[in-house]
């Protein structure tokens, strides 16, 4: 039986830092859905409709990678997806606090759901979208930050 | 190719906590050895002559957890395992910071070496091999810390 | 002298961790004021008209707890309510370092009241009020972190 | 019925931050036992003998106050001095981690023996016994560090 | 050559856990430019017609210390000023996860830059200008915070 | 009047961690002092015969560098070479309490004393003396961890 991750996020933008977490969770899992939370409600700063095309075509070449838009609860889309484990990436000790508590709900939500961790490799680990949007913001070159032009 | 992953630890004693991680870690690897880091210098509490059979009985239904004593460096032993995952729990940020050094050292002296980590299951956060040898000491009952008798 | 402590929170929703903080506080306490921190311009994503008497009837058997809404400083509603401690829960270290500025500042204040720290049971402690509301926004059973129906 | 709690440590000094805690304690509870765990296998900086009356001297006009040394669980101890809680002190994240896990593991041994938490005043906050001993060592002048002359 | 370090933040309002910063970095540094972060589209508690006298007024007799606002990337403010410093206060452990990325980012952009932190003195590590903001919005005396009455 | 810092820490051995402090610290003092804190009770790893010639030769082309043993009170080191600044890297959380701790002291014993933090560079962050140990004791090559051979 294959063994689906699912890697959710708003990816606002999809940085260094997730790809780092993606390429090495292809070494765990058989295939990973990243996922893209998106309610149409919510506003991104990235428009979701060039996000999509570029996080496919960082993966084009794996065909084990799929991203997918989703707008329900992760472990619900996981179940759908056949999916039973979430990856996700720890940087620091703040992300850590906030995972484990989504970890615990996702368990309850659906107890053969496991999440699954990777320690992000230090020189991507102090990067984050936000901080991406930021610099994006005030016209600053984000491309050491993200795999691809934004 | 099978996934192979080591489960390092001095397991002084192995307690409910340890228990679930591998539990959970099966869901994942086809393979789990667990790796009692033993040195002969080093006193333990609890006697490795007790503590192996102890750990083996466990996973007696299982065959596909193994049980070994190792005196190098982690990564060396998984290199000659033949595994290609390290799998550790992490329970709290004290944890985390402790384990983001411990594996990018691994990653360093063996790059296809990836450390896996799942989040302790709340109810075993708080035990510690080294609570559990304290109430040990003075004689409390130990035994809903630990999987079996010491 | 009756000692009396002042809960305080938003309680958006009162989650079962809430609860387990009350129920441990009347072992200390001879009274506990559960505060709602309400402020009309602030929107909560559950109505405070339905809040309010759910909260109520969770204690009805316990005549030593007591509801209210307010909407001024903590430090002030525990000075008219005669209170002069504050009951709060830590579940991890990020509502720690939180709770240690808030908890100098209510000193400073009212240099009379005490904050009382416990530390939330463990299967409790990666609940959220935030978590639950996002769990049922989209149409999650929430049954199982709050202890009556919403 | 008496509310007693015990204040545990091995107060290798007894510093500010300690008289700290045990004053703002007395607010709480009726009766505050000073805990000094004492194992004479185990050495100690500061020697025993002289500690005990020292920190009874501190307390000399506070008859709600005692001092006791103890060489058994925390939580025994307790039970056969009807005492059902427990005073710490919290500084940082790292004192809340691992008071965290003892917490938990008292309560399990002792239902009914609740652990209460003051956060240490910051003024006292970066002061601790292993410091103390650390400048006691050199010869500096520990005096603002601890309540009475060492 | 002159030492130049750019103090940034948005000083909503200028605690006195600033004014500890800059005082001590005066010690280090030849000039601190206080440089505020403002975006006319961003709402502030207090004005900023109000804030920069204030602030300027609190350094009036340090004519090393320049108050600037700015509404750019720090690491291109501190190039424009000749600034090859950044100096940022520490108050805990959260202060520090956030800093870290900040830091990195800034000597990314800008090699030559260095981000220098003091840890906030104890009295003040537990002020914020979002608890100041609080407190004020209520009408409480807010002068044991703040260098000068806002 | 010339700025001169004192890097404290026992070097057992000297990483590039460190390496990476105090090359960063030149751009803000004119003088550093590494200070290995050496007790001739207190084992070392590493040879202190060794350590100190090999500390001092990767700063041979840096008259600025000096490097001394000591084994005193840092704040009476410091008072002792008139420098009236500690430089202390910061690799994580962990860092930060106890560093906050130790900065707080040396401060009441020598008030003209500022501890001057650098966040370590990530790829740096990992690596402590104690690891570096723990390799060498196995035989590996740790060669990457430290400027120069041990």
Not at 4 to 20: K, R, W
Not at 118 to 139: D, N
């Amino acid at each position: 039986m294959k063994k689906i991750a699912v890697f959710p996020g708003s990816f606002d933008p999809f940085t260094n830092g997730h790809y780092d977490i993606v390429s090495r969770g292809l070494s765990i899992f058989d295939e990973i859905i990243v996922a893209i939370g998106h309610n149409s409600d919510k506003k991104r700063y990235f428009d979701i409709q060039a996000t999509l095309p570029k996080i496919k075509s960082l993966f084009f070449d794996k065909p084990q990678v799929s991203v997918q838009l989703y707008n329900e609860l992760t472990s619900e889309f996981a179940r759908k997806n056949e999916a039973k484990y979430l990856l996700r990436g720890l940087r620091n000790t703040t992300d850590f606090e906030y995972e484990n508590a989504i970890a615990q709900v996702n368990k309850q939500l659906n107890p053969n759901l496991e999440t699954v961790f990777l320690i992000t490799t230090p020189q991507f680990a102090t990067i984050s979208s936000s901080i991406v949007r930021e610099l994006h913001k005030f016209g600053a070159d984000v491309s050491s930050y993200v795999p691809n032009t934004i």
